[in-house]
């Protein structure tokens, strides 16, 4: 495996910690278009909206500081009761819009009667294609929170896929142009998830291939990521390799200092607490007045910043050998 410049794409994607929401807002679309948006008025807006519900706990900027952010996305939002209770509110609103439109006269003719445990329903299944995506990339996610703050990740697909895009965006196209036309629109749209379940299904075959099958990596641990690269497609994978603050990198070793036994501090550094909690491969390099930046070794590339990375100006850098 080699390691190449993508890492600067990775940065601004990134930053977005999951799937990106015009993947999730395509993946409502199709499922609408494969027949789902016949089964009630406003069915369509509940699958799209309901596909990025989830992501509301990005509301959490606006609170949480430096790297807090990493313990609390992708979980208590993500996990069973939210993906039960979200969907609720989200067709109680559009019945409610619904209700509201023919109150005031401008409820347009054609939309269908709006049943609300069919609303519900759409609601929901778009809620559960969240979590789904969100768990193929190598940032990870807390599926049973809060009975469980385990970690479950996927390492399938980078987090913005461009040839999901594609695929996902012609379906749409394919299914709308040939349902303007009168024509059978459906199948393409089933055709389409088809292919991207495919898509889907080739990407994890590559990651199962890597992370078991490698040749050579400088260093051992337990730890081994096939991380998906950008642009590159279904075989594309940057090999991490290591454990205790040391890893490889594509080949390349990271890691400046000894990891320190942080056990006693988490409990007064919310920072770092947080951080530790949200790593899965950490290391730590030296900065330029010899303490210690603590990194994970799934996003390296410093354009993303502070975002990914921990300063611990009162520890000082333990060379490793």
């Not at 078991?212 to 279904?234: C, D, H, K, M, Q």
């Not at 949200?278 to 900065?287: C, I, M, Q």
């Amino acid at each position: 495996m080699r390691a190449i410049s993508t890492r600067l794409i990775a940065g601004g994607a990134l930053a977005r910690h999951a799937m990106d929401n015009l993947t999730h807002s395509l993946v409502g679309a199709v499922m609408g278009q494969a027949g789902l948006k016949r089964t009630s008025g406003l069915a369509m807006p509940a699958l799209i909206i309901g596909a990025n519900l989830p992501d509301v706990d990005a509301a959490c900027f606006f609170w949480l500081h430096g790297t807090e952010h990493l313990a609390f996305r992708r979980g208590i939002t993500h996990g069973p009761p939210a993906l039960v209770l979200l969907p609720l509110v989200l067709a109680g609103i559009l019945w409610g819009f619904d209700r509201w439109q023919t109150r005031r006269g401008t409820r347009p003719e054609g939309r269908l009667p709006v049943r609300f445990a069919w609303l519900y329903a759409m609601a929901f299944i778009g809620c559960l294609s969240h979590p789904f995506f969100d768990w193929l990339n190598v940032y990870g996610i807390r599926l049973l929170e809060p009975f469980s703050s385990q970690w479950f990740y996927g390492d399938t697909l980078f987090i913005i896929d461009v040839w999901l895009w594609a695929l996902l965006i012609g379906t749409v196209w394919w299914s709308r142009r040939r349902e303007k036309a009168g024509a059978e629109w459906m199948r393409p749209a089933q055709v389409g998830i088809a292919a991207v379940l495919a898509y889907i299904g080739v990407n994890a075959g590559s990651t199962w291939q890597a992370s078991n099958y490698f040749s050579y990596a400088p260093v051992s641990g337990s730890t081994v990521i096939a991380s998906p690269e950008p642009l590159i497609g279904p075989f594309g994978r940057e090999l991490i390799v290591g454990e205790a603050g040391r890893y490889a990198i594509a080949g390349a070793v990271v890691g400046d200092c000894r990891l320190p036994d942080f056990t006693s501090d988490r409990r007064t550094n919310s920072q770092l607490d947080a951080f530790l909690f949200w790593s899965r491969a950490p290391f730590a390099t030296r900065a330029a007045d010899g303490s210690v930046v603590l990194r994970d070794a799934r996003f390296t590339d410093p354009r993303v910043g502070d975002r990914f990375s921990l300063a611990l100006p009162d520890v000082k850098c333990d060379p490793l050998p």
